[in-house]
């Protein structure tokens, strides 16, 4: 946002834009220490994290993938596959299954990609989002809100408020998309190029 002719009031913008005391204060400066892959591997495999990842995955609900798997048929595949599992994963062998393709319609008639990995799957993705948000989520950036834990699109939009009040009225809106090929992965290119995503630029009509 930019900034109109006028002084900005600091006391509008802490007011409209603070955080709610149930709610996480993100954005510590610095980056997070760095730990060896076989420590973090250890935090993901550990029994109380794989707790929670389970119970996490179940509480999610969801469809099953290709294979077919329900989320009430996880516990009890684990307790009979687990150490094979375990051990792929120490060794650096596990492959992920393909994901299941879906499409989702959208309020504008237009249909949107969904992929739905399998419920295993999804249960090792979340036992690593919980060990690696755990050492990242503190260093984002306190002006970001999308997909965080104990951030909402409410807080964006306070801010948001709170910026338009201290003069600021232009918005830059920005959608990038990543052509990812099926069976493509960011590993597999190197890199990504944004590309396929739109951007706007507009003014905020002055309120009042």
Known sequence: ????????????????????QDELVAGLSGTPESIPPQALLAQVLDRANLRRALKQVRQNKGAPGLDGMTVEALPDYLRHHWPEIREQLEVGCYCPQPVKRVEIEKADGKKRPLDIPTVL????????????????????????????P??????????????????????????LGFPLKPGQSLTSMGYAQPGGGTSSVREVPPSG
């Open 1 to 20: 946002m930019t900034k109109r002719d006028g002084i900005a009031s600091d006391h509008l913008l802490t007011q409209a834009a603070a955080t709610p």
């Open 121 to 148: 799957d999804r249960f090792i993705q979340q036992a690593i989002a919980q060990v690696v948000s755990a050492q990242w989520e503190p260093h984002f950036n306190t002006h970001s809100y999308g997909f965080r």
């Open 150 to 175: 104990k951030r909402s699109a409410h807080q964006a939009v306070r801010a948001v408020q709170a910026h338009i009040q201290a003069g600021f009225n232009w918005v830059v809106d920005m959608d």
